[in-house]
């Protein structure tokens, strides 16, 4: 069987892990997901995550009081997967304290990956996507510090996607190293060897990141002032993290030429639309736990 899997994928296509590669800007890398039911989904989710992540990482998952059986779901992952930790929530606090919870878990370095938990990764190897794209913004700026979006196929249509420009970041294939992916720029059977490893990645500069499924370094996702932000409705404000980057000068785009996930939620049912509108009076105008929190840091 190893045979046969070596003729079918050979070593150009294959990450081996443990090994140096001269792309890897992260040593550890964390998923973040903030879930609140949608079982069915969220499972979907993550074992996309495991199926497709190609690279080790750590899975940090915050449940926000989730009632239709996706709790107990997630509890039974986390016992049976080592690299899973599980924060439930006695209750459902919002996205925006939600995400402000996140950044006091998440550690303070590394390569922090953020997705909502009605998305599913399609891609293979996505995390060896996302540190060559990190690469290739270091080998551009001196730095890795930006904020990159991933591909959300089915919100494309409805112009969630939109890029001032397009960028192209090359990664010569002397500052690269196997396996290929979809930023190759040479036809791996008619390059020289010299070339073999010749990448590009095309960045679709923005100035707003929607949130759903994005990927900085830690510290750019701690620094995010969400303590300042009182919503208007039940969730977050993307252009709050949006503004925030722009403010420090921090580069944010879209990967056109890298890994795709697909929104499981989309485009919005009715009920859903009714459920939101529902919640922009229970949550943001008479959640009474939420205006105590936030005098309290008020007056502290």
Same mark, same amino acid.
């Given at each position: ?29 964390t998923?973040?997901v903030?879930?609140?039911n949608?079982?069915?989904?969220t499972?979907?989710?993550i ?36 690299n ?6 006695p209750?459902?606090v ?7 919870q ?5 550690p ?8 909502d938990?009605?998305?599913e990764f ?7 996507h &996302? ?6 913004? %270091?080998?551009? #700026?001196? $730095? ?6 991933? *591909? ?11 890029a001032?420009?397009v ?13 290929r ?8 059977d008619?390059?020289?060897p ?42 977050g404000?993307?252009?709050l993290?949006?503004t ?17 996930a ?5 485009p919005?049912?009715?009920e859903k639309?009714? &459920?939101?509108e529902?919640?922009?009076?229970? %949550?943001?105008? #008479?959640? $009474? ?6 005098? *309290?840091?008020f007056?502290?």
């Amino acid at each position: 069987m190893s045979a046969r899997r070596d003729q079918f994928n050979p070593v150009l296509f294959q990450h081996v892990p443990g090994t140096a590669y001269p792309w890897q800007v992260f040593d550890r890398v964390t998923i973040a997901v903030l879930s609140w039911n949608r079982r069915e989904m969220t499972e979907r989710a993550i074992e996309a995550l495991y199926r497709h992540a190609g690279m080790p990482f750590d899975l940090l998952v915050l449940d926000n009081a989730s009632t239709d059986g996706t709790a107990e779901m997630l509890a039974a992952m986390a016992a049976a997967q080592p690299n899973m930790r599980l924060v439930q929530n006695p209750e459902n606090v919002g996205q925006n304290r939600g995400m402000l919870q996140l950044q006091g878990l998440v550690p303070e370095d590394g390569l922090l990956l953020y997705i909502d938990n009605d998305i599913e990764f399609l891609s293979a190897c996505f995390l060896v996507h &996302l540190q060559k794209a990190f690469h290739a913004v %270091r080998l551009a #700026t001196g $730095r890795p510090d930006a904020v990159l979006g991933m *591909r959300v196929i089915n919100g494309e249509e409805y112009g969630f996607r939109h890029a001032a420009e397009v960028q192209r970041l090359r990664i010569p294939s002397d500052r690269n190293g196997p396996p290929r992916t979809s930023f190759a720029a040479v036809n791996k059977d008619r390059a020289p060897p010299e070339r073999l490893h010749e990448e590009q990645v095309l960045i679709g500069s923005s100035d707003f990141i929607i949130n759903q499924c994005w990927a900085c370094p830690a510290p750019l996702f701690r620094s995010i002032p969400y303590q300042e932000l009182y919503p208007t409705y039940i969730g977050g404000d993307d252009a709050l993290a949006s503004t925030h980057w722009a403010s420090l000068g921090i580069p944010m785009g879209i990967l056109e030429n890298g890994p795709v996930a697909r929104h499981l939620d989309w485009p919005y049912s009715e009920e859903k639309i009714q &459920l939101y509108e529902q919640l922009t009076q229970e %949550r943001a105008v #008479t959640d $009474r736990s939420y205006l105590l929190w936030k005098l *309290r840091r008020f007056f502290r």
